[in-house]
């Protein structure tokens, strides 16, 4: 039943002359979360900027249900939901103005389920007041609102819990894991411990970049 | 729409690009107002600092008015992905299923409807300030609502290679304005040959044909350009 969605082989990648990651060989299945371990400067970030196809400056081979990414670029796009070190969230538009043109790129949400989703990140109320008079965190929360709109089956999230507080955190784990449950897949980076038995995988950068 | 998430498809996504950068240009009214303000007001300096003579703006008018009008796209086309790049909605749009190269042409028309397409409206008026003989502003219009589209999409070229550096103002024109001269040339002598008595319909062919080139090709070299400067 679990497929092998992602293959990674032999990656490595230098930057400014320091060798980041050789060799390093992991693959993820479905219904898996990955955590990404390593100390601040280990290439974390990076090698969620390489899977994702932002990057390409790797050597190695990364395969996506089995085909060399490359190749399936436009498929691998289709269930990809990507959340990245800046949030992509505009500060002159309003959180629901910022959830439908995102969510737009994948597929055409309600108004409705933008409603649904910014109440579940604790939004209710804010949803009609421009970003930037919101705090870091509420914006964050905004971005992973998307989370609960999209109905892609790959999520890769870089930091994911940055700037959101105890309960926030604690919330978006358990969506992860009952995400999980259902066949979703999460490749994050994190430094915080997360608790889901049997299905978390981890992949420490910290021992291949020193 | 649909409740059907698979239905959805890459227009829809284009309309809502359209519409978010419409939307982002209503609430930064300056990004507006800015190409426009600089447009007027360099035009509106010639009679002052050349000559006020009849004869004299007459014959510059033309000219004026399109080396000004290149100038405010050229100016305003470092800001085309500038601020997607800060906020990380850049990466959301390279990452998304749609076709880079519609989502670059929504920006890019967003882009040219808060710039390009001011200016061509306003051109009339200024023309009417330098003298410039009545048969001479419809293909003044006409030039400039051709030759703008092109040069914004030109500028997206050179806005996107340059939107990874910090400070890209000197490499942005170096980069675009080789490019913009055919479009000056002949949007100028389209209006300057109106005035002489001859049609104007050749210029304004080449201008069709630059269009059509920068509205089929430019948007692939914008969206590799900015695969590129992302990856920085």
């Not at chain 2, 269009?211 to 969206?223: D, N, Q, R, S, W």
Request: glycine letters at 8%.
């Amino acid at each position: 039943m679990t497929e092998t969605l992602l293959e990674i082989k032999n990656l490595r990648c230098e930057r400014e002359e320091r060798v980041l990651f050789d060799q390093l060989c992991f693959s993820v299945d479905a219904g898996q979360v990955l955590q990404i371990e390593g100390p601040n400067g280990s290439g974390k970030t990076t090698l969620l900027r390489i899977i994702s196809g932002l990057s390409s400056a790797y050597e190695g081979d990364i395969y996506w249900r089995g085909q060399p990414i490359r190749k399936v670029r436009t498929d691998f796009y289709h269930d990809l939901h990507y959340l990245g070190h800046l949030p992509g969230v505009k500060a002159a538009l309003t959180p629901r103005e910022n959830l439908r043109w995102s969510c737009a790129l994948e597929a055409e949400d309600s108004d409705a389920q933008i409603e649904e989703a910014l109440d579940k990140v604790d939004l209710y109320g804010f949803e009609d007041l421009p970003c930037f008079t919101l705090s870091a965190g509420q914006q964050r929360r905004v971005a992973i609102a998307r989370l609960y709109l999209t109905a892609t089956p790959f999520w890769i999230l870089d930091e994911p819990f940055t700037a959101i507080d105890l309960r926030g955190v604690a919330e978006l784990e358990a969506m992860l894991a009952e995400r999980a449950e259902r066949g979703g897949t999460v490749i994050l980076t994190t430094h915080h411990q997360l608790d889901m038995p049997g299905r978390l995988k981890k992949v420490n950068l910290g021992g291949e970049a020193q | 729409m649909s409740e059907n998430k698979h239905s959805h498809s890459a227009f829809d996504s284009f309309v809502n690009l359209f519409k978010r950068d419409m939307l982002l240009a209503f609430r930064h009214r300056s990004d507006i107002a800015n190409p426009l303000i600089f447009f007027m007001i360099v035009v509106s300096l010639f009679p002052l600092g050349v000559s006020p003579s009849r004869e004299v703006l007459a014959q510059l008018a033309p000219g004026v008015i399109w080396v000004v009008a290149l100038l405010a796209c050229l100016l305003s086309s470092d800001g085309l992905f500038r601020n997607d790049f800060d906020d990380g909605s850049l990466e959301l749009l390279l990452l998304s299923p749609q076709p880079l190269y519609i989502l670059v042409i929504a920006k890019v028309l967003a882009h040219w409807c808060i710039t390009g397409l001011p200016v061509t409206l306003f051109a009339p008026l200024l023309g009417v300030m330098m003298y410039l003989p009545t048969e001479g502003l419809m293909p003044l219009v006409g030039s400039l609502f051709l030759g703008t589209i092109s040069l914004s999409f030109v500028g997206g070229i050179g806005a996107g290679l340059t939107v990874g550096l910090r400070r890209s103002g000197v490499l942005l024109s170096l980069i675009v304005l080789p490019l913009y001269t055919p479009v000056l040339i002949f949007g100028s002598s389209a209006v300057q040959s109106v005035i002489h008595g001859f049609g104007a319909s050749g210029q304004l062919a080449v201008l069709g044909a630059f269009l059509l080139m920068a509205v089929t090709l430019a948007p692939l070299a914008i969206g590799a350009a900015l695969r590129i400067s992302v990856e920085g």
